[in-house]
């Protein structure tokens, strides 16, 4: 076995004499007698050896403390601290350069030795450790994900290389720096500080894990980029209350999401316009309606998606006039049981031209369901109460408020009065008692007309 390398540094001669032959004697290689802290430093680096035994009181204007810190530091090589001294102060001082071991004067050649054994032991346990960490890192550093961990107060402890690109600096840079610090000279144009500190807080406090679905960031040229993060509470066994962090780039998601509900969107317009060429009148109210609704659910604070969804039913809930004879939707006098039973049929037919398409809302469904009632007096299927979608119950609203304030071919405009009392008298009877209610506020607050 090849005999490893060890410096003494040691000011008493007959001391550091005695050592060297005791460590030939055990089959160890001794390359000089150091007696000096800066030469210790300078010659540590120059013969890079397996182990130094650093005597803590030496000659020079630096002790073996400091210089053990700046050895272990620069070159990584392990230290067996050497005192006469065992002074707590000391020894609390010399705990602080991460040393492999203590050595106290005078002591047995068999201690000397299973110390020094002990020390590389752990020294190579430390190697294997800080490859294994630096294995990780690399494997982390590849992953086009933002990971992270931070602390309580949001110091990074550990970062990879791609949000340290987001920060505009290396991973080193940001260990022990916070959001705010990092934020001046960062890529990103704005971040919301407050927000992620209460976030990272209800992780660590509350123990549990966050999902934030989507978040944007605006970077300083102006791109918008789009997140999903995932917080975890962690159980570090050297810093306690720190989080995992883990932000996966959703943008080229959401600009397909974009581009599919613009694609969307015009397949509606394209519905929309060929019901107009029809039926004019139809088309105008299916656009009102549409303004209507979308005011009703900001008022209602209805889920965005669902929201989504509302506006795209509303502005095509009766394409399915389109196969109703327009001399029946135009007729000016009263219509007939068999012309009104055919206006009846326009949900079903609505429904089965937009369950061909595959959007991500049940559009088909709300416009099957935009003629139920409350009361299960409406129709196709004679619905009740929460059987029928909020989006409908939106729709059946406005719908009737529409109808009621626009001019027809077969009358005229009966007025806003009118429609507002008639939502309010068939409140809980035939329309939902929360939509009507925040139809009558947008209305008598001033905060929505139908255009002209």
């Known amino acids: ?12 001669k007959i001391i550091a004499e005695d050592i060297k032959n005791t460590l030939i004697k055990f089959n160890y290689t001794i390359p000089e007698i150091i007696t000096s802290g800066e030469k210790a430093i300078r010659r540590a680096e120059e013969l890079m050896p397996d182990l130094i035994l650093m005597d803590i009181m030496i000659e020079g204007s630096i002790n073996g403390i400091v210089a053990a810190k700046q050895i272990y530091h620069d070159f990584g090589i392990p230290i067996v601290f050497l005192t006469a001294y065992a002074d707590e102060n000391i020894l609390e001082q010399a705990t602080e350069s991460s040393p492999f071991g203590y050595l106290i ?15 590389f032991y752990k020294s190579k346990m430390e190697k ?25 107060v949001g110091k990074y402890l550990m970062v990879n290389d791609s949000i340290a690109d987001l920060y505009n600096t290396t991973p080193k840079e940001m260990i022990g720096k916070t959001d705010k610090d990092l934020i001046a000279k960062s890529k990103i144009k704005e971040l919301d500080l ?29 791109k918008k980029i789009w997140f999903q993060t995932t917080k975890v509470p962690l159980d570090s066994p050297d810093i306690p209350d720190v989080l995992l962090g883990v932000s996966i780039d959703i943008t080229a998601l959401k600009d397909s999401f974009y581009r599919l509900q613009k694609l969307m969107e015009e397949t509606v317009n394209g519905l929309v316009s060929a019901v107009e060429k029809r039926d004019p009148y139809t088309a105008g109210h299916q656009r009102r309606v549409s303004l209507l609704t979308s005011a009703i659910a900001v008022k209602m604070d209805l889920d965005k998606t669902k929201a989504d969804g509302l506006r795209i039913a509303s502005m095509v809930h009766d394409i399915g006039k389109i196969y109703v004879p327009s001399e029946i939707l135009s007729k000016p006098g009263k219509l007939t049981n068999a012309e009104f039973d055919l206006i009846k049929t326009h949900p079903m037919a609505g429904f089965e031209i937009l369950s061909t398409i595959n959007f991500p809302w049940p559009v088909a469904e709300i416009v099957l369901q935009h003629k139920e009632r409350k009361d299960g007096s409406g129709y196709p299927r004679g619905l009740k109460d929460k059987e029928i979608l ?7 609203v406005a719908d ?5 304030v626009s001019h027809r071919p077969y009358r005229p405009s009966l007025g806003m009065e009118f429609a507002l009392n008639e939502i309010a008298s068939n409140k809980r009877i035939l329309y939902d008692e929360d939509v009507v209610d925040a139809c009558l506020d947008l209305f ?5 007309s139908f255009s002209e």
């Open 1 to 12: 076995m090849e005999s490893k390398t060890i410096l003494i540094v040691e000011d008493e």
């Open 105 to 119: 004067k005078p002591f047995e050649d068999r201690e000397l030795r299973a110390t020094i054994e002990m020390a």
């Open 128 to 152: 294997r450790l800080r490859r294994n960490r630096n294995f990780l890192l690399k494997i982390i550093d590849t992953v086009p994900n933002n990971i992270f961990v931070k602390d309580k």
């Open 194 to 222: 407050l927000s992620i500190a209460e976030d990272d807080l209800n992780v660590i406090k509350g123990k549990k894990k966050v999902l934030t679905p989507e978040e944007s960031l605006t970077l300083h040229d102006g």
């Open 390 to 396: 909020i989006e409908a119950r939106i729709i059946s």
């Open 400 to 404: 009737v408020v529409e109808a009621i």
């Open 444 to 448: 008598e607050n001033n905060e929505f």
